[in-house]
Nanobody
């Protein structure tokens, strides 16, 4: 069983930066990909970025390309999401997730383990 714990959320102003962290433990040898998802108020949860455990290939949803960076430190068992030039529309609960699917795609259904979420609020 993989356990995930997010941290680093908060209230910031438009244009500011935040760095989210997700510490994971337990059964990490089964993980093929890590991801960040977000769920804005009243909307569905959707992918923000993913990163492959081997090779580090990344994927970003169009709205965050050039502003957000996902990274993985396997020595520290931590995945990060650096968020720059934040916008009010980035306001959401951000979730870290892990996939044991070797073909994991950028979709909720591919991810088996989830953190509890951390709130990011961006004021205009």
């Amino acid at each position: 069983q993989v356990q995930l714990v997010e941290s680093g959320g908060g209230l910031v102003k438009a244009g500011d930066s935040l760095k989210l962290s997700c510490a994971f433990s337990g059964g990490t040898s089964r993980i093929y990909a890590m991801a960040w998802f977000r769920q804005p108020p009243g909307k569905e949860r959707d992918v923000v970025a993913t990163i492959r455990w081997i090779g580090g290939r990344t994927y970003y949803t169009d709205s965050v390309k050039g502003r957000f960076t996902i990274s993985l430190d396997t020595a520290k068992n931590t995945v990060y999401l650096q968020m720059n030039s934040l916008k009010p529309e980035d306001t959401a609960v951000y979730y870290c997730a892990a996939s044991t699917d070797p073909q994991a795609k950028a979709d909720m259904s591919a991810y088996d383990f989830w953190g509890q979420g951390t709130q990011v609020s961006v004021s205009s």
